[in-house]
DNA sequence: TAGATTGTTAATCGATTAACAATC
DNA sequence: TAGATTGTTAATCGATTAACAATC
């Protein structure tokens, strides 16, 4: 089955769109009714869903409890996901501190710091020192890590724990990582957004 | 010039790039260099360059400093860029106290927030009441605001900011805004980044 | 000159969109 | 049945890649 990214983001979408649409007491819905909640056609709906063999009835749509069920267990979320947080700096810190992944089923065990001042194992998410880090994640079974910390160092500690087991980093530093075989990188470049929606301000400002 | 939202953001990684060649000392530079340094194709990188009527010399490739500042002119770069910070809460605090957007030239020039006792004039970023929104964004002639309000504020946030004369929002909050006409939102969605990884990553697991 | 690189055009690839037969 | 919606195929669109003439 192969899938591209921007597909599995539709799905995220559709999922989110879904519980809004059942919080409004919605028990099925149809492809165009999706489609317009999550801002796509209903054609790329019903062929995300045919990727994944997932059906409906023609002329009856699909009950948007099933759908979650699918969209869920494709997903994931039909279990708790443990993330750690590396690097517990001022992004770090606010998203061990965030509260709105729990309700999305993912669960920051741990952050790591190799500052020792900034360990403290009795706060809410426990902060280690970094060298524990492998034995954590083995034990806890842990793949996913966020990375928030400094460009210079982002490269090395993608390396050890990667060495460590991890198959997927959320990178927050602003710079290309080379991925080590066998682990996804993500990444979340606030610096680039910035710049992207400077330029199209402005190139909106000058045409108008 | 139609261009789209990757090119953009392949010209910021091209900038970014640059300077990291230029810091190694060097001079001039090939295409497939550049593209190298990038992650992109050689081709990739003259048509880009085309796009913006960038020219180099044949066999001599392109000099680094006069591309960074083309780069620059056309990023915005070569002028500082003042930003609003709305929602003072973990993520917006982090953001406020984080020192690498200065060294790109982006300068957050005061948080807002709607609860009277998040407001703090005398913190090196001022955070305001946002009631002071429309009169801060006029007379300081700020267009763009970065949005880590919760979900159910974010909507209501953005029409009273476009309102007051915000042209771009990079919004932080988990759902889909409606832009309002004349003002463009990206958005940066944590949970969808993270469920990605974790799908991606579960597929590697099942498929090895 | 020979070799290498640019700038651009044509070919390819992939994703999106349109269309429509099947069918409830 | 008539009308509406699914599921899928074909057509379109846009972006990426390959190719290569121009030229330094």
């Given at each position: 089955m192969i899938t591209t990214k921007n597909c599995i983001i539709r799905l995220s979408r559709y999922k989110n769109a879904l519980y809004r649409l059942q919080a409004l007491g919605f028990v099925k819905f149809f492809s165009d009714n999706l489609a317009d909640a999550v801002g796509v056609t209903a054609a790329v709906v019903r062929k995300d869903f045919s990727v994944f063999g997932i059906s409906g009835n023609k002329k009856g749509g699909y009950q948007i409890e099933t759908l979650l069920e699918k969209l869920n267990s494709i997903l994931g979320k039909d279990r708790l996901q443990k993330v750690v947080v590396i690097g517990a700096g001022h992004i770090g810190s606010a998203l061990m501190r965030y509260r709105g992944f729990e309700k999305e089923?993912?669960?920051?065990?741990a952050g790591f710091d190799i500052?020792?001042?900034?360990?403290?194992?009795?706060?809410?998410?426990p902060i280690l020192p970094l060298e524990e880090i492998k034995g954590f994640i083995k034990s806890h079974g842990i793949k996913i890590a966020v990375l928030t910390v400094p460009d210079i160092a982002a490269q090395e500690v993608v390396d050890i724990i990667s060495a460590s087991g991890i198959k997927g980093v959320l990178n927050f530093a602003p710079l290309r990582l080379k991925s080590p075989e066998g682990c996804i990188i993500n990444n979340v470049n606030l610096e680039i957004e910035l710049e992207n929606l400077i330029y199209f301000v402005n190139v909106m400002e000058k045409t108008k």
């Open positions: 089923g993912i669960k920051i065990a500052d020792p001042s900034k360990v403290n194992r009795s706060s809410p998410v």
